[in-house]
């Protein structure tokens, strides 16, 4: 099973934490890969989820997708499908899937940009849980492809300010600076 969690194992032991509530997350994630051997199984109050923002550097502008169950804007992603074991590999399956865009790839690069721990509401049979979000950035050349998922999972393009605006999940919040930083370097306006 060491196998299968290498790529997890890897990302979580390259990867700096930038703030004291994300290195308690990341303790807890690094203490879930070292004492689960399928750290993504949904059926755990916490899981391993893959997300990401997808942006389009062009036009500095980033896509956020309509969470029913959260009732929110949010980036793309979710679970690992069976097989599955690289959280860049779920983020990439689920962002083309969530929003029809075929061209997406890692940007600027492969990198994890942000893990937080979020809860995730009960609904129907499944209790509250907590999903352990990886995420990381995804660029498209081809903004005006999007089709949405689903007609209840509706997508926008927004500018990082106005997406910074549409939200007051701290968590999200402080995903949507780090890809603002990447998106416009210092000194850019």
């Known amino acids: 099973m060491a196998d299968a969690l290498a790529p997890l194992t890897r990302l979580l032991h390259r990867y700096r934490a930038q703030d004291p509530v994300e290195e308690a997350d990341l303790a807890r994630v690094r203490e879930l890969v070292e004492t689960s051997d399928a750290p993504w199984d949904r059926s755990t109050p916490l899981h391993v ?4 923002f997808v942006v389009h550097p062009g036009t500095n502008r980033v896509l956020l997708r309509w969470h029913e169950r959260q009732q929110a804007w949010l980036h793309v992603g979710g679970h690992f499908d069976p ?3 690289d959280p860049l590999d779920v983020a990439l399956r689920e962002g083309r899937e969530e929003t029809g865009l075929r061209d ?3 940007w600027p690069d492969a990198e994890l940009v942000h893990l937080a721990i979020v809860p995730v509401p009960a609904k129907g049979a499944e209790p509250a849980h907590e999903h352990a979000d990886l995420r990381f950035v995804l660029a498209t050349g081809v903004p005006g492809t999007i089709t ?3 007609p209840d999972a509706p997508l926008r393009w927004l500018t990082l300010p106005e997406a910074l605006e549409s939200s007051d999940l701290p968590n999200l919040r402080e995903s949507l600076a780090r890809v603002e930083r990447l ?3 210092p ?3």
């Open 49 to 52: 989820t893959g997300s990401a």
């Open 148 to 150: 949405a998922e689903r």
């Open 104 to 106: 997406l790839a890692p």
């Open 187 to 189: 000194g850019v306006r």
């Open 83 to 85: 097989g599955e074991n």
């Open 183 to 185: 998106v416009r370097p």
